[in-house]
């Protein structure tokens, strides 16, 4: 288990041995979950969904025109 102590000013070093596991470096956002347990959960906000850009491929055949993709209006 690895630790770090919260300061004064409510800041707290994420321990060297988990930034490099999470391949987090100066900059990396973390995000914040508190779960209904009290369970709190930290990621690593590393990728942005524009990391996915041409990523994904329609299947032939499967075009779906916008209209019917709008389907509220």
């Known amino acids: 288990m690895v630790e770090s102590t919260i ?3 409510g800041q707290t070093t994420v321990p060297a041995q988990i930034r490099e596991m999470i391949g987090a470096g100066p900059g990396t956002r973390l995000v914040w979950h508190l779960m209904p347990d009290g369970t709190i959960i930290v990621r690593a906000k590393t990728k942005s969904i524009l990391d996915m850009a041409g990523k ?3 299947p032939k055949g499967k075009h779906v ?3 019917d993709m709008n389907a509220w209006r």
């Open 7 to 9: 300061t004064a000013k």
């Open 56 to 58: 994904l491929k329609a």
């Open 65 to 67: 025109p916008v209209a």
